[in-house]
Every structure is written in C-alpha cells, then in structure tokens.
C-alpha cells in the first residue's frame, strides 16, 4: 500500500514540474533543463522578469515592425487562465509592455496551441525580448518564458534585400541583371 501510496505522489509531483510553456519563438532554457525535460522552464515561478532564465542570450529570432507573429505554446495541464505576450525593447529584460492577450490559452492540454500577435508599428530593437506570461486561473500560478528577437525597421529590411541581391549580381552581366553562364567555365561571369 505505501509502494502505490508513494507511486501516486511521484506522478503528482511529475505532473507538477511541467505545465507549459512557449515554444514559438524560441525561448531562453536554463543550463542543464533541455536534459530534464525543461521541467525548470516549464514551471510556475515568481522570478520576474523572465522566470527561472533570466541570462539574456543571443537574438535567435528576426522580426519587422508592424509584422503579425505566430507564437506557439504548449500546456501540460488545464488551469486555465489567459496568456499575455509582452515586448521590451531596452535589451535589458526592463520596461516589458504588453503587446497582445490571448483569452483563454490554458483551457486544454495539448502542443499545438498558436495565435497571432502583431507586432507595434514604428517600434525596432537589435535586441529585444519577447515574453510570454500566463497567469493560471485555478491555481494562482505564474508562467514566465522569454525569447530574445530583433525587430527591424521594413524600409531598411527592403535596402538590405536591395544592397544583397546586387551583391549576388557582381558575378551577372547584360541588361537586367541576367544570369548567364559561361561556356568556358564552371563560374558565372
């Protein structure tokens, strides 16, 4: 009887270590919780702003202002409750706004939970975080994971595309840029 006593409680204490967290963008994972089956980022924490990883890391995801983004979630068990989507743009995990609610976000159990957020207009960043919140209804408990992005201005994002596709054109002669390749070797012109 204790042998299934102490089963019962193992599995509620499982189960406990990991009820959900954002998967879309990227988010920061505390050192060694990949090997635990992110049951560190998975958890509820107090540890504002960013949970329990709070070291900025390197921008991993790009954005342009004004762009509608898709953010993914996955929740491990149902305590309800609604998802907020902030944004700070100091670099410093300070000043987080938020950007976007997301009703109802933890009403069932499951991986594939996604909703569009769109990004402010006229707001860029090299290096911004993203973050993901969810205050469960039922228990009280909070869900802190952060990713670190960068939002880029869209006419500058269009020079870019400009200034590369000429780049890549140094090796294309004739009108229009055109493409041909020479007979005599295995370059372009």
């Known amino acids: 009887m ?30 060694g919780d990949v090997e635990n089956n992110l049951s560190i980022t998975r958890s509820p924490t107090s540890s504002y702003p960013c949970g329990p990883s709070q070291n900025i890391g390197h921008v991993l995801t790009h954005y342009i202002s004004g762009q ?28 987080f706004k938020t950007i976007g609610s997301i009703q109802n976000c933890a009403d069932k159990i499951g991986e594939d939970f ?38 880029s201005d869209p006419q500058k994002g269009l020079n870019i595309q400009k200034m590369n596709r000429k780049r890549a054109c140094r090796t294309c002669y ?12 295995k370059r372009f012109l």
């Not at 189960?15 to 050192?31: A, F, K, W």
């Not at 898709?70 to 670099?91: P, R």
């Not at 004739?174 to 070797?185: A, D, E, F």
Request: charged share 15%; hydrophobic share 40%.
């Open 114 to 151: 996604q909703s569009m957020i769109q990004l402010p207009i006229n707001v860029t960043c090299d290096h911004c975080t993203l973050r993901f919140r969810w205050l469960a209804k039922l228990t009280g408990e909070t869900y802190l994971n952060c990713a670190d992005v960068s939002i």
């Open 174 to 185: 004739g009108r229009g840029g055109s493409v041909k390749r020479s007979l005599n070797s």
């Open 2 to 31: 204790k042998t299934i006593f102490l089963a019962i409680i193992l599995l509620l204490v499982i189960n406990v270590s990991g009820q959900g967290h954002m998967i879309s963008p990227l988010i920061r994972i505390p050192h």
């Open 68 to 95: 509608s983004v898709n953010i993914k979630w996955e929740i491990g068990a149902v305590h309800e409750g609604e998802c907020f989507i902030d944004l700070s743009t100091t670099g410093y995990d300070t000043d």
